[in-house]
């Protein structure tokens, strides 16, 4: 696997159900982010991770619970989530932090669906 | 309230012209602007960007153009091809001087579809 792989790539759960969105990158990247992008809205940055640790919390709810074990993979975990948080959630690694001349790679997104 | 805006949400061009997408942005803080580009079932793929302290950038058939007094930039891609069809995202950056350098701001995007 070359880039940045995110799975289940598409995902069903009721709101009272628990899961996990997970996201691997294969770049040899420091830095992970979690991003949401609802019906036409832009895409919304929720969390930041640097070499493991959190950086960036944009005012998430808590029933979203990031997880970053190591530099390669990314977890997002999901507990009672609301009908409005379905969404296509994307994670993107890149070298650093600074935007500048250090471009975010994205994975593919899970289309999460909350019934 | 929005700090980057794609007014168009689709354009059409025929292969071999030029198209053109636009993005206008409020934040007088932003100084780093990135192009997206997405393929359905795709993550964005970074495509070109820009520092304030520039007015032009290019990188083959793409360029982009800003215009800090306006608060505008716009993406031209010539010539035009059918593979060219995606989603374009504007994306910027307050830089060292605003929320965090990592911090993009997207638009909502435009659907670029070129017709062969």
């Known amino acids: 696997e070359t880039g940045v792989t995110q799975t289940p790539r598409h995902l069903v759960m009721g709101m009272t159900n628990k899961k996990s969105l997970k996201c691997e990158q294969h770049?040899?990247?420091?830095?992970m982010y979690w991003y949401k992008q609802s019906a036409k809205k832009p895409l919304e940055l929720m969390f930041v991770?640097?070499?493991?640790?959190?950086?960036e919390n944009n005012s998430v709810p808590s029933r979203f619970s990031p997880e970053c074990p190591n530099s390669s993979h990314l977890f997002l975990h999901l507990h009672t989530l609301q009908p409005e948080d379905s969404a296509l959630y994307l994670c993107?690694?890149?070298?650093?932090?600074?935007?500048?001349?250090?471009?975010?790679?994205f994975g593919p997104g899970t289309r999460l669906t909350v019934l | 309230d929005q700090q980057v805006k794609q007014n168009s949400p689709s354009l059409s061009v025929q292969e071999g012209r030029i198209s053109i997408l636009n993005c206008d942005y409020t934040?007088?803080?932003?100084?780093?602007f990135l192009w997206y580009k997405k393929y359905p079932a795709e993550g964005p793929t970074f495509l070109i960007s820009?520092?304030?302290?520039?007015d032009k950038n290019e990188d083959g058939r793409f360029t982009v153009f800003l215009n800090k007094s306006a608060k505008h930039l716009s993406l031209h891609i010539v010539p035009s091809q059918p593979g060219d069809s995606a989603v374009y995202f504007c994306?910027?950056?307050?830089?060292?001087?605003?929320?965090?350098?990592?911090?993009?701001?997207f638009g909502k995007g435009t659907k670029l579809s070129v017709i062969p």
């Open positions: 994306a910027a950056s307050a830089g060292d001087s605003g929320a965090g350098s990592y911090q993009l701001t």
């Open positions: 993107a690694s890149s070298t650093g932090t600074s935007v500048f001349y250090n471009e975010q790679f």
């Open positions: 934040n007088s803080m932003f100084d780093y």
């Open positions: 820009i520092s304030s302290i520039k």
């Open positions: 991770y640097n070499f493991k640790e959190q950086t």
């Open positions: 770049l040899g990247h420091n830095a």
